[in-house]
DNA sequence: CATTGCTATGAACGCTGTTCATGAAACCTT
DNA sequence: AAGGTTTCATGAACAGCGTTCATAGCAATG
């Protein structure tokens, strides 16, 4: 591009530019982050494009496969955010002091808030799938766990009879109960609760399961 | 349409032939059918491809746009038969004069059976999406009543304290819940149970859910 | 038999994700 | 400061996809 020969200020400037390289990289990596979840939250999966992704990002088509293996690890990272966007939601709606039950409720009311307010965001969690070969990466995988972090604590309070591994497991199923509900629901076409009604059903749902045994 | 002003054998001709374009037609639609129930068996939603399918059925590839409008219908088509398949399943779990307790654990045990022996079938009818301005057509929605429609007599059993609308979004909630514990465990990737603790999770939860009240 | 309406055909089109040769820029060594 | 090396940005090219369309052929009709 150009080259800088000069003087005193030249130091300051190689301070400031030092870490180039990865700077860069990282810089562009993020762009394209952005611009992936733009895109997701606005079209859904099928609407992501890679020349679009690179266009928005401000890089050549084939700058993509350079920050990134394929669109799909992209997909991965967008999905990273908004697993850390949902951890947080999860765990500011848990009432502190309050009773197990009621932090049950507030923890499923509040994935039920979360899926409306990022609908195509939340549903590229789910529908995404990685080709058959290729498994999932680590990082990607114990992201999840903050999905079934903040029902685990109050599941325990309530039934103190599971052991450690069941009640890992009954958390899972919990989760998965609810998350079942409300993916139906908004799917909209099938056999899901009218979108009024979500909210009660998952309260039904979470009582039942958390007043069991 | 036609008329039949003709005597004897000519009649007898005439009913062999008289449909030979509505069903060449039908033949069509069925081998391209067949060779994408199989394809989709194989290969998943991901490898279904219009020209392996148009291959497999012995047409052109443009065959395929004379019997279906486009590969989306054809997997709906599909999904038909994978909920005639399921529907009848479920159907002959129930047991005959039991309790409703056991009606419903017979049904959700069943549900996991399918889901487990016709893994990508089954997949199909939840991850197919069709695309976002085309709705779903009603003999489709209207198919997956099957999924639903053995769960409501039990529940009205267990649950006579339930209106007749508020039992048909029980049972839609009861197997949604259902449907999320089997989805995010045979999914594998993130917070599912283990194939082999499915049953007795799912067990838990239909219990759970049926002594509400 | 002639005509008319359907249907079978596969080349062609537009769009997709991904690769690759090229050239330039940043880093490292001396 | 200069040369050598590694790294990265670029966009044309490629292979694959679903879908369309002009053409040809066949079955039904009068």
Same mark, same amino acid.
């Given at each position: 591009m150009f080259k800088i020969i000069m003087n005193g200020v030249h130091e300051t400037i190689e301070m400031e530019t030092r870490n180039n390289r990865e700077q860069q990289r990282d810089d562009l990596r993020n762009r394209l982050i952005d611009a992936a979840e733009a895109q997701l939250a606005a079209e859904g999966l099928a609407g992501l494009k890679a020349r679009e992704v690179t266009a928005q990002a401000g890089c050549a088509l084939g700058g993509l496969y350079n920050a990134f293996d394929d669109l799909d690890r992209l997909v991965l990272h967008v999905n990273l955010r908004t *697993?850390?966007?949902?951890?947080?939601?999860?765990?500011?709606?848990?009432?502190?002091g309050a009773a197990a039950d009621r932090k049950m409720l507030a923890l499923a009311q509040a994935y039920v808030?979360?899926?409306l307010g990022n609908r195509k965001l939340w549903a590229a969690l789910f529908d995404h799938r990685l080709p058959d070969g290729v498994e999932t990466p680590d990082w990607y995988l114990s992201a999840h766990s903050v999905l079934i972090a903040e029902i685990a604590p109050p599941l325990a309070a309530l039934r103190p009879d *599971? /052991?450690?591994?069941?009640?890992?497991?009954? /958390?899972?199923t919990l989760f998965a109960a609810v998350h079942g509900v409300v993916q139906l629901s908004l799917q909209g076409r099938f056999i899901g609760a009218p979108l009024e009604r979500i909210e009660s059903e998952v309260a039904a749902l979470v009582t039942a399961m958390t007043r069991g045994l």
């Amino acid at each position: 591009m150009f080259k800088i020969i000069m003087n005193g200020v030249h130091e300051t400037i190689e301070m400031e530019t030092r870490n180039n390289r990865e700077q860069q990289r990282d810089d562009l990596r993020n762009r394209l982050i952005d611009a992936a979840e733009a895109q997701l939250a606005a079209e859904g999966l099928a609407g992501l494009k890679a020349r679009e992704v690179t266009a928005q990002a401000g890089c050549a088509l084939g700058g993509l496969y350079n920050a990134f293996d394929d669109l799909d690890r992209l997909v991965l990272h967008v999905n990273l955010r908004t *697993l850390a966007r949902l951890g947080q939601a999860l765990r500011d709606a848990v009432p502190i002091g309050a009773a197990a039950d009621r932090k049950m409720l507030a923890l499923a009311q509040a994935y039920v808030t979360f899926a409306l307010g990022n609908r195509k965001l939340w549903a590229a969690l789910f529908d995404h799938r990685l080709p058959d070969g290729v498994e999932t990466p680590d990082w990607y995988l114990s992201a999840h766990s903050v999905l079934i972090a903040e029902i685990a604590p109050p599941l325990a309070a309530l039934r103190p009879d *599971l /052991s450690k591994e069941d009640l890992m497991l009954r /958390s899972k199923t919990l989760f998965a109960a609810v998350h079942g509900v409300v993916q139906l629901s908004l799917q909209g076409r099938f056999i899901g609760a009218p979108l009024e009604r979500i909210e009660s059903e998952v309260a039904a749902l979470v009582t039942a399961m958390t007043r069991g045994l």
